[in-house]
């Protein structure tokens, strides 16, 4: 397993409310996304497990377009990724996303 961290600021979009969303599911060999409320000063921190080594400049790329749709403050994101697509990890974060935002959007 590697464990890739990628860290922003700047982030417009925050949740008031203590509640975590978890979208996907790790066993179907899929991926899963927690989304939860954390006080990082206006930063948005995303780790990533996986057990997909050496891609670090996709998940890069990947984090960075989440972040630039989702500019999340004040929330910690964490993948469980047992090999999914670039397209099915981008389609987890904004689920993701678009539950812990809610109509905070």
């Not at 509640?19 to 939860?36: C, D, Q, T």
Request: hydrophobic share 45%.
């Amino acid at each position: 397993m590697e464990k890739l961290t990628y860290e922003f600021q700047g982030g417009t979009f925050s949740r008031p409310k203590n509640e975590a969303k978890l979208v996907g599911v790790v066993g179907s060999g899929n991926l899963e996304v927690l989304i939860e409320p954390a006080d990082l000063q206006g930063r948005c921190v995303v780790e990533v497990l996986t057990a997909a080594r050496g891609f670090g400049a996709i998940w890069q790329a990947v984090i960075a377009d989440f972040f630039a749709r989702y500019p999340l403050a004040d929330a910690r994101v964490s993948i469980n990724d047992v090999g999914a697509t670039p397209a099915v990890v981008s389609l987890r974060l904004d689920q993701a996303a678009e539950d812990f935002l809610g109509d905070a959007q």
